[in-house]
């Protein structure tokens, strides 16, 4: 007790309260429009419009959903965007020259296991040749398919790091 009283003592006469800082309301952020592009900079569903060999191919990158027009008016819309994708982190042989046969087979593989389901690219990066470099998976109703996994599993590719 008495330590309590000296504490108080020492520390002088009690300031009167202050008046609670006034908070002044934080406005609303402005909407932004989406950018559906970046949005899909990591993850996109892609559908497969040609295979250029056993690791790359081209496609559309899509996204749907709706919009209101001017006159309230709600409509559905699909937006797509071209782009090439190289399976990441592998390499296949190109399907001319020496590896022209081993080159084809993969090619032909690569077909094979993206025609089985939906496409989804998990972008890792783009390259300077203007590719998504990504983990391709396909979207089947008994899982997702490795695309990247199942090429080296079948031996139409090799890890990018391996190769010499």
Known sequence: ??????????????????????????????PTPRNWQAELANTA??????????DTFYGDAFATGSMRTPTGEVVAITL???????????????????????????????????????????VVKEDGFGRWLGRVYVLTPAGPIDVDEEMVKAG????????K
Do not use: C, N
């Open 156 to 163: 139409h590719a090799v890890p990018y790091e391996r190769r």
């Open 1 to 30: 007790m008495r330590a309590l009283l000296l504490t108080l003592l020492l520390a002088g006469p009690a300031a009167a309260p202050s008046p609670s800082p006034t908070v002044s309301p934080t406005p609303a952020p402005t």
């Open 45 to 54: 569903e892609v559908r497969v419009t040609r295979i250029v060999d056993g």
């Open 80 to 122: 797509t965007d071209p782009l090439k994708v190289r399976l990441y982190p592998v390499d296949a042989p190109e399907p001319f020259g020496k590896t022209l046969a081993a080159g084809k087979a993969a090619s032909d593989y690569l077909a094979e296991l993206l025609g089985r389901g939906t496409v989804r690219v998990d």
